[in-house]
């Protein structure tokens, strides 16, 4: 194997990290002060310890680590013992445009997560490659005619004898070609057309939506099974991990793996019923995906109910296992779709907002879902449902969980993240005695349920802050994620291109 050091540029002396914070004298005092009182080095290892975290927290105080049987304290901890006389905990977030290091390891956890549903691992049986499994995206439906990235193609080509206008006078067509990056794309092509009140308001009903799609999905498999749908949990059962991802136009779509299995309380992927494959279950899907619909109710005596329901295009596509493929149209494999999700679950409407007056669309999304919440607020009682959309402007009014899975799909975060601690700890442990690490049964070890646990952490902390110390300090965290990223990234092309 190649020695990483001699092959990936970014070890190179020529390879700097970019920071163009840094080209500020103003912006270095602090780390040139870190150089003259020789704290830069506990500043790095405080930044490796944190995995290079933009906003981590600031703790101060101390723990005790308690044998449970016995009571005996094993090992005492104080935040006055690290260098920096604080401690550093990762923020967490999973938005890449706050934290890349926080989100890139959300990232991978949701990947392990999703993987584990299609192939088994992380304490899942492997099994579950054998149930039939679906990649589905559920849209929002439209609310006039927005711009769009049509691959090459003119964006809404008319014949020259077929080129309307709307009631307010602009044109019903577009012979641009806009690129992916375009903020047009998404635009409304006549803004007083364009129903932006309905377009909140289905942002706002879209988990009920998925809550109902899933209730119609289990009711047409029990109807398929020709069993009650109250017997449906003895026979068969539906497991789902789902993620929501914004589109341009600032809605966000759903994308989900969707696997059908026995019954539940034969454990996580179960056999599923004889005579129902794949491509049964994608039939299902696009059936129930018509029948969901939300009456939402109006904002204030001046509005009316509206019928919300999915957008017409449903794309529910078998996932087959063992059979690798570039083309777009052809079938999935599991790492591919476990990718997409993992991707989308970082994303946010962050970079929406940040086009600023280059989407006017965005912004009358959220000054809408604002106005919405205000109309609300003179005309319903304070506890009444729509007053808290005013919480949800920067979502562009989506309320809902931007990554979510159905119980018994496959592990948890909670669980791959006490893994990781875990982790940490018996390593810290190897290298403080000089003992190997006995790695048998380390997975199961890792993942075991709190419940198994021999010892406790007690504990005493009190907030101090979030953040670095300055600028300069955050903008090495963040460009010593981006070259961890490239790291990865090259790490992973070896592994593809080594024989």
């Not at 977030?93 to 392990?112: E, V």
């Not at 997560?113 to 691992?121: D, E, Q, R, S």
């Not at 007056?357 to 965005?362: E, S």
């Not at 110390?469 to 010593?480: K, P």
Request: glycine share 8%; with cysteine; charged share 25%.
């Amino acid at each position: 194997m190649t020695r990483p050091g001699s092959a990936f540029a970014g070890y190179d002396e020529n390879a700097p990290l970019d920071a163009p914070v840094l080209a500020d004298p103003a912006q270095v005092v602090g780390l040139l002060d870190r150089f003259r009182d020789g704290s830069m080095s506990d500043f790095t290892d405080t930044l490796a310890a944190v995995h290079n975290c933009a906003r981590p927290i600031r703790l101060a105080g101390s723990s005790q680590t308690v044998d449970v049987a016995t009571g005996e304290v094993l090992d005492s901890f104080s935040s006055e013992s690290l260098p920096l006389g604080v401690l550093h905990r990762p923020c967490g977030n999973r938005r890449a445009h706050i934290c890349p290091a926080c989100s890139r390891t959300y990232a991978r956890d949701t990947f392990a997560l999703i993987h584990a549903g299609v192939a088994g691992g992380k304490s899942v049986p492997e099994v579950v490659a054998d149930n039939p499994l679906l990649f589905v995206t559920l849209t929002a439906p439209s609310f006039g005619h927005v711009h769009g990235h049509r691959k090459g193609r003119a964006c809404r080509p008319r014949r020259a004898d077929d080129r309307t206008r709307c009631l307010h006078g602009r044109p019903l067509w577009c012979s641009l070609r806009h690129g992916e990056d375009d903020p047009a794309n998404g635009a409304p092509l006549c803004p007083d057309c364009h129903d932006t009140t309905s377009a909140a308001m289905w942002q706002w009903h879209a988990p009920e939506l998925w809550r109902r799609f899933t209730i119609a999905l289990r009711r047409l498999l029990a109807h398929r099974l020709t069993i009650p749908e109250s017997r449906l949990g003895e026979v068969a059962s539906i497991q789902y991990a789902k993620v929501a991802e914004y589109q341009s136009r600032g809605l966000i779509h759903f994308h989900a793996l969707i696997r059908l299995d026995g019954p539940a309380r034969d454990g996580i992927g179960s056999p599923a019923p004889a005579g129902l494959d794949g491509h049964a279950l994608a039939d299902l899907v696009t059936q129930a995906v018509p029948t969901v619909t939300v009456t939402a109710e109006p904002v204030d005596a001046s509005d009316e109910s509206r019928v919300l329901a999915f957008g017409s295009q449903v794309d529910a596509r078998v996932v087959r296992d063992g059979f690798r493929t570039d083309d777009p149209d052809g079938p999935l494999t599991p790492g591919q779709v476990a990718g997409y999700l993992a991707k989308y679950a970082t994303k946010d409407a962050s970079g929406l907002h940040g086009e600023g007056q280059r989407r006017p669309h965005i912004t009358a999304l959220r000054r809408t879902c604002h106005d919405l919440a205000e109309r609300a607020a003179r005309h319903h009682d304070p506890a009444h449902d729509y007053q808290r959309m005013g919480k949800w402007v920067r979502c562009l009014g989506f309320r809902g969980h931007f990554g979510t899975k159905s119980r018994r799909y496959s592990v948890t975060l909670g669980a791959l993240r006490r893994a990781r601690a875990r982790w940490q700890a018996l390593h810290a442990d190897a290298v403080r005695t000089g003992q190997p690490l006995d790695t048998r049964d380390l997975e199961a070890r890792l993942l075991a349920d709190d419940a198994e646990e021999t010892t406790q952490v007690i504990g005493s902390w009190s907030y101090v802050g979030t953040g670095w110390r300055d600028n300069a300090e955050e903008a090495l965290a963040i460009a010593a994620a981006t070259r961890a990223r490239e790291y990865d990234q090259w790490k992973a092309e070896q592994h593809r291109t080594t024989p």
